[in-house]
């Protein structure tokens, strides 16, 4: 065995049906008292909920939580968060909320307490992405880390298929970075490999059965773990292009994610033998191919798969390419310019991932 290194991200993880309901304990169990409450404008009924658990004690709300956290937005809420005199933050949602409520914590040193209600992972790491002027830049801070997530199998029920299959891919992004990435240990392989399994066999049945209590949670499992690893190793091409192409294009998250993955993932396979045997194995009809897996799963999810139709420009081909290799990172293969960018221009126009790049 490599030697290695392990860190564990000190986050309190509460989970089950109806955990909403041991909010006000959480609280309390911080000492706490005097919660501001976060929601993107489609979750303002989730957080009337909220409003209904905690009782007279919420200080504040603001409802205007914004894909890819817009700093302007973020400045906005502040002023209200410092306002109420609040002693600490509770996000209800998806990525959005969790981000702002990030952004929040980091600027004010308030106790962060989430309930994720999509399976995008943002919760469980310390990494903080935030947009200002069209341009996405991102942190990574112990501090950033909320330091309570309340998962609520009963806030997934009702998330439509379309978007728990570009979450659960999403999630499982994380993981199959996390299994070829610089700073990989036993720890995060093991996680990296249980998560995968729990969300590719959990998602192509929420798609004909969207109210399987048991594939919700197997799901939202799934995507606790997967999170964790995008918490506790660093990250490679298929991250940093989607926030590339998120940040500077204005593309939805999960889809993003969703369409760049196995494309990304063929780039960088001649050189991660080990970590591709290992996502073969938690992917059902890999036959050894964990390319041949994941496009089988993607066909599964009956999702979208090329970015043209989430409103990308040809002509943004070239951009995008001249952006994902402008600034350097770590990846377990070279970035280079033209191979990149025929893995954008395949993204782009919808193709099957193929390991020939």
């Not at 041991?22 to 976060?38: D, G, I, N, Q």
């Not at 499982?172 to 970075?177: D, M, N, R, S, W």
């Not at 939805?252 to 033998?273: D, G, Q, R």
């Amino acid at each position: 065995m490599d030697s290695f290194e392990y860190n564990s991200n000190p986050a309190r993880i509460v989970f089950g049906s109806g955990t909403i309901k041991k909010v006000p304990e959480e609280l309390a169990r911080a000492k706490v008292s005097k919660p501001f409450l976060l929601s993107t404008p489609q979750q303002v009924s989730h957080v009337d909920l909220l409003n209904n658990v905690l009782g007279n004690i919420v200080v504040g709300t603001f409802t205007e939580a914004t894909m890819h956290t817009p700093v302007e937005v973020t400045e906005r809420a502040l002023e209200q968060l410092k306002s109420s005199g609040a002693d600490s933050i509770v996000s209800i949602g998806g990525g959005s909320t969790v981000g702002l409520g990030k952004a929040l914590s980091i600027r004010t040193g308030l106790f962060h307490l989430t309930i994720p209600t999509t399976y995008a992972g943002s919760e469980v790491t310390p990494i903080l992405g935030e947009t200002d002027a069209g341009k996405k830049t991102t942190r990574s801070d112990p501090r950033i880390l909320p330091s309570t997530v309340v998962y609520d199998v009963d806030f997934t029920m009702t998330l439509p298929a379309g978007l728990t299959a570009t979450s659960g891919v999403n999630a499982i992004a994380h993981a199959v970075e996390a299994l070829y990435a610089r700073n990989t240990n036993p720890v995060i392989n093991l996680l990296a490999q249980e998560g995968v399994k729990a969300l590719a066999n959990s998602l192509p049945i929420l798609i004909s059965e969207p109210s399987s209590q048991a594939a919700r949670t197997s799901a939202l499992y799934g995507a606790w773990l997967c999170g964790t690893c995008l918490g506790s190793v660093g990250m490679s091409i298929h991250h940093k292009l989607c926030h590339t192409l998120g940040g500077s294009f204005n593309l939805p998250h999960s889809e993003t994610h969703t369409i760049v993955l196995p494309h990304a993932l063929s780039y960088n396979a001649p050189k991660v033998p080990a970590a591709m045997e290992a996502l073969a194995k938690a992917l059902p009809e890999s036959e050894g191919d964990a390319i041949k897996g994941l496009n089988a799963l993607l066909k599964k999810l009956k999702v979208e798969r090329g970015l043209k139709a989430l409103g990308m420009q040809e002509s943004d081909i070239d951009k995008a390419a001249d952006i994902a290799v402008g600034n350097p990172y770590w990846n377990p293969r070279p970035i280079e310019r033209g191979p990149i960018r025929e893995l954008i221009r395949r993204a782009w126009a919808g193709e099957e991932a193929r390991a020939d790049l």
